[in-house]
């Protein structure tokens, strides 16, 4: 944990950090409006079959309204408004007959939509539902679009965060993955296809995992320990404001290819700016790479205006104070130490079941109050009960007292909020330099798996009704006391840089914890 002292010197919380963070949110906004997307360009707007009297104005006979020729030509669907997927095979004329209802007609009357589909075009001029007809025998297509999307990320957390291990760092990854947002996202307007559609995306979202993950994992190892919260919380912040910055680019660009652009050309320009970000000196240290770790730490002491960190640090001593550090980490530099290592296995099966319920982001900013006065692990804790409960509690209010039941659901979301943000400043500090960034992909595919399988349980609601909102609701209090019992507390700590540094940081905490007791005892007698 030297490394945190070396970190003060060259300044730990100064302008590099604010102009680190400023070019880090940059990403961080546009990274929502990638991930939901498809709520925008793949809307799928009202839709009917296209008839040859409706819709070809040469056979439409002139003495009948467009009203009239929608009647005898569409069917109505259950909704009691123009079917979306048959038409009549012939126009059914009676039903001009104000004596007749419109839905007496027969399924044998009607045949698919064999000629396309006629869209209403007043929300949204275009969307690929529309261009690529997923609709009716093809609606399903369209979830998989998502599903691909969300796989991309999975692949991805787990692809990048094995490369960063040793070969690629923090800094090159957040800037490849930069450029492959860009071009995969550009690319995606010139689609001939939904296929092809689908490979750009899956693309796209492996480079959003590795953005998401550097972004973070920099952030933190450039931050002293009492800003830490401050610094994630506000990269937090900047998520939430992404999502209100998509809903309104959406209002405003109505058809899907001019959202896609919009969203995605930025990245180009965030390829270039992130050039100036520089390595983690601890990982580089970690890595033995004492030299290029040194030029990284006087960057950041030149930034920060301290003229007499970059004289009084050199190579020298960054190899006498981080000798055993570096010597420790090429011992124990294997991906395998996240489950040979007790302290690492516990800590991240923990993090598995927490990241497998964590579902949006709410209430960011007042995780920083609370971790002045909880620390990380009681709110990670408390948040996961709380939330545990408001599931359990609006399973049990009736479907009429809606107020209720949306308090619930409201004050459940916003602690689901609190617990990412939790997680992103908490996790760092519980995995060593060499395995952090692998720790978070394994993680970061946990949540994404959960988002795969979320779905799958509440399907299970046309079986056992209950089945659902139990399993939502009992997970997080399940998973908040494994937090408790397995977990440390890391307010205030170092960042820890070994495996070492971990079972140290275990022993303290046992040493501290019987001096209290003696204390007690010596109070009491």
């Known amino acids: 944990m030297v490394f945190a002292e070396l970190l003060d010197k060259a300044g730990g919380a100064g302008l590099f950090q604010v102009l680190q963070v400023l070019t880090l949110i940059l990403p961080s906004i546009l990274m929502p409006s990638q991930m939901l997307l498809e709520n925008f360009v793949a809307a ?47 126009p059914q004329w009676q039903l001009l007959d104000s004596n007749t209802t419109a839905t007496n007609w027969s399924k044998a009357a009607t045949e698919p939509c064999v000629d396309g589909w006629v869209y209403d075009r007043s929300t949204f001029t275009s969307t690929i539902v529309a261009e690529w007809e997923l609709v009716c025998d093809n609606q399903g297509l369209k979830a998989l679009a998502q599903s691909i999307f969300m796989a991309g990320i999975l692949v991805g957390s787990m692809a990048w ?30 689609a001939p296809n939904f296929l092809v559609y689908c490979g750009l995306r899956f693309l796209s979202a492996v480079g959003m995992a590795g953005i998401i993950m550097a972004s973070a994992v920099l952030a933190v190892e450039w931050t002293v320990s009492r800003q830490r919260a401050v610094t994630m919380t506000t990269l937090g912040c900047s998520y939430s404001a992404g999502q209100m910055t998509l809903g309104g680019l959406a209002f405003a660009l109505r058809d899907w290819r001019d959202l896609q652009l919009t969203v995605s050309t930025p990245f180009f320009a965030f390829f270039l700016i992130s050039w100036w970000l520089p390595e983690s000196a601890c990982w580089l240290m970690v890595m033995g790479k004492p030299d290029q770790a040194l030029q990284e730490l006087k960057k950041v002491a030149r930034i920060n205006g301290h003229r007499e960190a970059e004289k009084t640090l050199t190579v020298e001593v960054l190899m006498s104070s981080m000798e055993e550090e570096m010597a420790s980490a090429k011992a124990h530099r294997s991906v395998f130490n996240l489950f040979r290592v007790p302290e690492l296995r516990w800590r991240a099966c923990s ?36 939330a545990g409960l408001c599931i359990l509690a609006n399973m049990l209010v009736p479907q009429d007292m809606q107020t209720l039941r949306v308090v619930f659901a409201v004050l459940g979301k916003g ?92 022993s303290a905490a046992a040493r501290a914890n019987r001096q209290k007791v003696v204390i007690k005892e010596n109070t009491y007698f």
Not at 357 to 363: F, N, R, S
């Open 44 to 90: 799928t707007p009202d839709h009917r079959c296209w008839a040859h009297m409706l819709d070809n104005g040469s056979e439409a006979p002139a003495n009948l309204t467009p009203e009239a020729l929608l009647r005898v030509s569409i069917p109505l669907g259950p909704s009691h408004r123009p079917h979306p997927c048959r038409r009549f095979r012939q």
């Open 161 to 190: 965060g094995l490369l960063s291990h040793r070969r690629f760092g923090r800094k090159l990854m957040l800037t490849w993955c930069m450029l492959q947002v860009a071009l995969a996202g550009t690319s995606t307007v010139s």
């Open 351 to 386: 993090l598995f079941l927490v990241l497998f319920g964590a579902v949006d982001i709410v209430a960011r900013v007042t995780t920083v109050f609370l971790f002045r006065f909880f620390g990380r692990r009681m709110t990670l804790a408390s948040f996961q009960t709380l």
């Open 415 to 506: 602690c689901f909020g609190i617990i990412l943000n939790c997680m992103i400043i908490y996790k760092p500090e519980l995995f060593p330099t060499s395995l952090r960034m692998t720790t978070d992909g394994f993680l970061q595919s946990a949540g994404r798996l959960g988002a795969v399988i979320g779905p799958l349980i509440r399907m299970t609601c046309q079986a056992v009704p209950l089945l659902p909102p139990i399993l939502y609701g009992t997970a997080p209090i399940v998973a908040s006391l494994i937090i408790l019992l397995f977990l440390p507390e890391t307010q205030g700590l170092p960042l820890p840089d070994t495996i070492e540094d971990l079972k140290n940081q275990r």
